[in-house]
């Protein structure tokens, strides 16, 4: 008799290129370039040689601003996502490549033009991180201005999507191609496609929204969603609200799957690790970024206080505009009233506040704690499997690949090699469903 040892779940493994946020560590001397090839390219062959599901890239089309200057961490700029892909694809396998790319401020022709052209020069690894950035201040930078209101973003979204398969499925691979014509709220058009099928049907779709709406999108429409929720607790609140969605649109569990953000810091011992952590929060959170930490949730320009001085003793500003292309903190009041307190408590500096009240690293300790927790996050379904956000660029991958991974592999969790050659396969995703007539 064989023993059968019940099939442990899966994870799902993928590497965000760390640039433009504030996890990124500039200040550490083993920091590279952000817009260098290479620096694409190490991190990609490591996520790789991971044997990771796929590399992603995040979209910023504007560069934030502080007081009326570009923001310190966006400095190095924020190169095309599509355009760096197609260049990775030239030096990867199997690797899937996710680019974020706004449903607000494009086309779908052009869009599905784009995605089909990676997937077809990748042998089927493409993915669409569909984002709805609707803000004026991005808007500015586009023909329409700030034209979307909020409550359109995901009805855009989800036609903009919808209209892609469309044009996907209108020239079958090998077959003939179609005329096609879409009518919605948002779209008519109507033409011929410029590239036959994707290798994968249609690219992978991503979602990364929080709100009802954008949980409603993901489930009706979404192959993975990127969330922020990496807490056990909160992870499986996420999970379980998402996967109970799926039902509605005729889906199954599993042709969704959630991977939070997550970051990661290794050490030999715990203490080593938490030691550790504790630095890198620090060069996270330098003297000049607790001030902005601080401006805001204050709206206002504290440039004159001293960051390792008490918190401002005025109220926020409710009506500030200080800093631009920044999701507004919704209750500023709440978040300063929490932040005094803990100050007080504890008798905190602003940059040792902000410390305490924003900095956190998801999963820290040995390799083998790690390994440990992350199987126990998929197992107990707080997450699919995790995007992992480097702290730094871009050799941050290389430890997490090098001594967590095997241990993964040595867990039964994790695969040891591709099985497939499209993103899609490395998913466990099925097939989309063909909705071009007969091809
Ligand atoms: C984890 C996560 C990552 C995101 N990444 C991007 C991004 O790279 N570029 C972007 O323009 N918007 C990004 N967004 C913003 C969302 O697309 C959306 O505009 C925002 O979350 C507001 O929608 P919501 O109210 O549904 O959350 C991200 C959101 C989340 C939750």
Do not use: C
């Amino acid at each position: 008799m064989t023993e059968s040892r019940p099939a442990r779940k899966q994870i799902h493994l993928a590497a965000h290129f760390p640039g433009v946020n504030s996890t990124t560590v500039w200040s550490d001397p083993r920091s590279g370039s952000q817009i260098d090839f290479s620096s694409f390219e190490h991190l990609a062959r490591t996520a790789e040689r991971g044997l990771f599901d796929f590399f992603f890239l995040a979209e910023g089309l504007r560069l934030r601003e502080y007081g009326g200057r570009i923001h310190d961490l966006d400095v190095v700029g924020r190169p095309e996502s599509i355009t760096v892909l197609n260049a990775l694809a030239a030096v990867t396998d199997r690797l899937g490549l996710a680019a974020t790319v706004s449903a607000t401020f494009n086309e779908p022709y052009e869009l599905a033009r784009r995605l089909a052209s990676l997937d077809h020069l990748s042998g089927g690894r493409a993915a669409w991180n569909v984002v709805t950035s609707s803000d004026a201040f991005t808007g500015a930078n586009f023909r329409r201005g700030g034209f979307l209101d909020r409550a359109d973003r995901y009805t855009r979204a989800a036609e903009a999507v919808a209209t892609a398969r469309e044009l996907w499925d209108s020239w079958p691979a090998g077959g003939e191609r179609r005329r096609f014509a879409h009518a919605g709220p948002h779209f008519r058009i109507e033409g011929e496609v410029t590239v036959e099928r994707p290798p994968q049907g249609h690219p992978v779709v991503i979602q990364a929204g929080d709100s009802d709406e954008g949980r409603e999108f993901a489930a009706s429409a979404a192959d993975v969603v990127f969330s922020r929720h990496s807490t056990p607790e909160a992870g499986r609140a996420f999970h379980a609200d998402v996967k109970r969605r799926l039902a509605r649109y005729g889906r199954r569990p599993e042709d969704l799957k959630i991977m939070p953000g997550v970051t990661y810091v290794l050490g030999d011992t715990e203490a080593e690790a938490r030691e550790r952590a504790a630095l890198i929060s620090r060069q996270q959170i330098s003297p000049q970024n607790a001030l902005l930490a601080a401006e805001q949730v204050w709206g206002r320009d504290l440039s004159g206080y001293d960051p390792d001085g008490p918190l401002p003793d005025v109220d926020p500003d409710p009506e500030s505009t200080l800093v631009q292309g920044r999701v507004r903190i919704a209750d500023p009041f709440a978040v300063a009233a929490r932040w005094r307190a803990l100050s007080e408590a504890k008798g905190l500096s602003i940059r040792e506040t902000v410390i305490e009240a924003t900095a956190r690293h998801s999963f820290v300790g040995t390799p083998e704690s790690v390994a440990a927790a992350l199987e126990e996050h998929v197992a107990t379904d707080a997450a699919d499997g995790f995007i992992l956000i480097p702290h730094l660029t871009p050799g941050g991958l290389d430890d997490f690949v090098d001594r967590v991974v095997p241990l993964l592999q040595e867990r039964g969790v994790f695969r040891t090699e591709y099985a497939g050659t499209t993103l899609r396969s490395h998913l466990g995703l099925p097939a989309p469903v063909w909705k071009g007539g007969t091809p």
